[in-house]
C-alpha cells in the first residue's frame, strides 16, 4: 500500500508541476540599455603634426556581405572602428585646388574582435585617384580613401590684378585697325 501511496504522491507533484508549466508565466522583459549616442569624430579630435596642423582623412568604408557603403571619418592619430577593422590615419594630404586632383593618406588598419589580438591587414599609402594601386586585402571589408580635411582655413584666391596696380579703365580705348596699304606699282591686282 505504501507503494501504490508513494506513486500516486509522485503522479500529483508531475500534475502539480506540468500544470504550473502549462500556465503562462510572466517573462521578465530584458532591459534595454542604449548607450549614449556616440558624436561623430572631428577634425578637433585630431593629433596636430609637426607643423600644428590637424587632419582628418574622410574614407570610404564597404561591407562586402550587406553590400553598404558607409563614410568614415579618421582623425589623424586617434583609431576609429569599421566593423571588426580599426583605423588609424597617421597622415593625409589634398593637393591645392590649382593643381590635378589628389589626395593621400597613410594608414595603419588592424584587423580583431574586441578581446582578441588584433592582427595588422594593411600599413601604407592610399591614393584617392588610384586606389587599386595600394588596396586594403581583406575578405570582408574594403577600405579607399575620399578626401582629406585640415583646420587650417583655405588658402586666399588671388587677386585677378595686384594691388599695387591701378585697376584698369572703366572704357578701355578702341584700338582702329591699320589702314590698308596700296599695292605696289605694277602689281597685277589679285584675283579671287
Known sequence: MRGVAFVSA???VACAWGAAMAAPQPRPQPQV???APARAPEVTDAVPDARGVKRMVILRGLDKITGRAIDVAAP???PV???SLTITARYCYTVPPEEPPETNAFLQIDDGRP???PKRVFSGWMFASTPALSALEHPVYDVWVITCRTDQPA???KAAFPA???PPPANPPVERPPPAAAPPPGAAPLRP
Do not use: K
Open 10 to 12: 509522485v503522479a500529483a
Open 76 to 78: 589623424s592619430g586617434v
Open 164 to 166: 599695387d596696380l591701378p
Open 155 to 157: 588658402p586666399e584666391e
Open 33 to 35: 540599455i542604449t548607450p
Open 115 to 117: 578581446g582578441e589580438t
Open 81 to 83: 572602428r569599421f566593423g
